[in-house]
């Protein structure tokens, strides 16, 4: 009897560990390239698509999740983050598509933030070393070590261009050098259906960030009507075939 209780234990902790990994196992590692760029040089991106909308239509900003689809294209969806504070959204997102995800993200530019690229850079560094207990889950899975998936940009940056968002911030119209850091997680595209995720951390000085994201992964128009292009011609072989 004992045996066997030890046997379904082990056999109960094999199938936890199994529900675990295939959980994460869509989370890319550090450094890992998506579509022939980097994470890293793809945050540069995530800011770029950030800052391209105003406040009042921003998903950063979005209380719902009403604007999560604006400037959504490529092979990634930015998955907006948060100004500061807890926010909760729901959305859908293509099924095809990767998803960065930011824990805890920080960009700084030249020449409001410092002078050069070094002095960026060292601002960058400084205010992620600083982020306490950052965190991202999966469906109810946490990943582990967090700490081990933070993206700097490449060396010579990324630039930051004009924007109307930059322009409400009171900043002058014009392209700017800038560096980003901090946690992220690149996701394998999802699989249809319903998932969420948290993630966030915290900030000396600065509201935690908890983000609460209800995603509904569905395929994108095109795979539906592929799917009945197929039907159909394999519908028309069979009738020809009796």
Partial sequence: MLRRS????????????????????????????????????????????????????????????EHANRNQSGPVFFVAGSFGGPVERTFTVPTGKYLLVPMIPYVFWAPEDGADEAAIRALAASNVDAIESPYFELDGVLLADPKSYREASPPGGFTLSDSPLLRQLGLPAMDRLAVADGYWAMLEPLTAGEHTIRFGGMQPGQPDTDGVLHITAVPEPGTFALLGVLGGIWFIRRKRSR
């Avoid at 196992?25 to 770029?48: D, F, M, P, R």
């Fill in 6 to 65: 030890s046997r379904l234990s082990v056999l109960v902790l094999a199938l936890i560990l199994m529900e675990s990994v295939s959980a994460h196992a869509g989370v890319l590692a550090q450094g890992s390239t998506v579509e022939g760029k980097t994470i890293a040089e793809w945050t540069g991106e995530w800011w770029n698509w950030l800052v391209k909308e105003p406040f009042e239509t921003n998903a950063q900003a979005d209380p719902t999740g």
